[in-house]
T-cell receptor, first 117, second 112 residues
Framework: EAEVAQSPRYKITEKSQAVAFWCDPI?????LYWYRQILGQGPELLVQ????????DSQLPKDRFSAERLKGVDSTLKIQPAELGDSAMYLC???????????????FGAGSRLTVL | GENVEQHPSTLSVQEGDSAVIKCTYS??????FPWYKQELGKRPQLIID?????GEKKDQRIAVTLNKTAKHFSLHITETQPEDSAVYFC???????????FGIGTKLQVIP
């Protein structure tokens, strides 16, 4: 079964340092999402790509977060500088559209758990 | 954007009993309603979904019902088992480009 690959699984860093997360979606999935999930809460969308283009980054803290998907395949999410409040699980998902609905079925990666000290 | 509310936030049931989780949404144009299950330390996974042209869908012990008029849909788990213990999230399409908004989650505990 095809999976969404993410790395690293765990990252511990000190505040003010830079961190980067990588995601490789399922082959052929044009839509890629980065979600942040704080413990005990639902996933919150940070950025959504359609191929290589950003289609929604309204909740991305752009002063410190950046994301790219240069060739429309894998993607990188960067935080610089990291803050204590950035400690969370960063989930990547990719999707295929469901015919006749305009909606997508999301497949999530295992996530990257970030701890900022 | 879409406003998604999920209730309850926590739910404890005895093994064998039923569990019901409800999700309400605001955008009447939404037409696809999935439920995801997230076990402790694992990724969310789709467990069941429903399209707006049907009112109910079942898959063994789980079912989802949809009331488009009232703009809510519910997850029903019957004959609960300890392995059903997890956090369950509803999700709703939100505007164009297939954006997906999640509910806050319901932590279900099945007591043996």
């Amino acid at each position: 079964e095809a999976e969404v690959a993410q790395s690293p699984r765990y990252k511990i860093t000190e505040k003010s340092q830079a961190v980067a997360f990588w995601c490789d979606p399922i082959s052929g999935h044009a839509t890629l999402y980065w979600y942040r999930q704080i413990l005990g809460q639902g996933p919150e969308l940070l950025v959504q790509f359609q191929d290589e283009s950003v289609v929604d980054d309204s909740q991305l803290p752009k002063d410190r977060f950046s994301a790219e998907r240069l060739k429309g395949v894998d993607s990188t999410l960067k935080i610089q500088p990291a803050e204590l409040g950035d400690s969370a699980m960063y989930l990547c998902a990719s999707s295929l559209p469901i015919q006749g609905t305009g909606a997508n079925v999301l497949t999530f990666g295992a996530g990257s758990r970030l701890t900022v000290l | 954007g879409e406003n998604v509310e999920q209730h309850p936030s926590t739910l404890s049931v005895q093994e064998g009993d039923s569990a019901v989780i409800k999700c309400t949404y605001s955008d009447s144009a939404s037409n696809y309603f999935p439920w995801y299950k997230q076990e402790l330390g694992k990724r969310p996974q789709l467990i069941i979904d429903i399209r707006s042209n049907v009112g109910e869908k079942k898959d063994q012990r789980i079912a989802v019902t949809l009331n488009k008029t009232a703009k809510h849909f519910s997850l029903h788990i019957t004959e609960t088992q300890p392995e059903d213990s997890a956090v369950y999230f509803c999700a709703v399409p939100d505007g164009g480009y297939q954006k997906v908004t999640f509910g806050i989650g319901t932590k279900l505990q099945v007591i043996p």
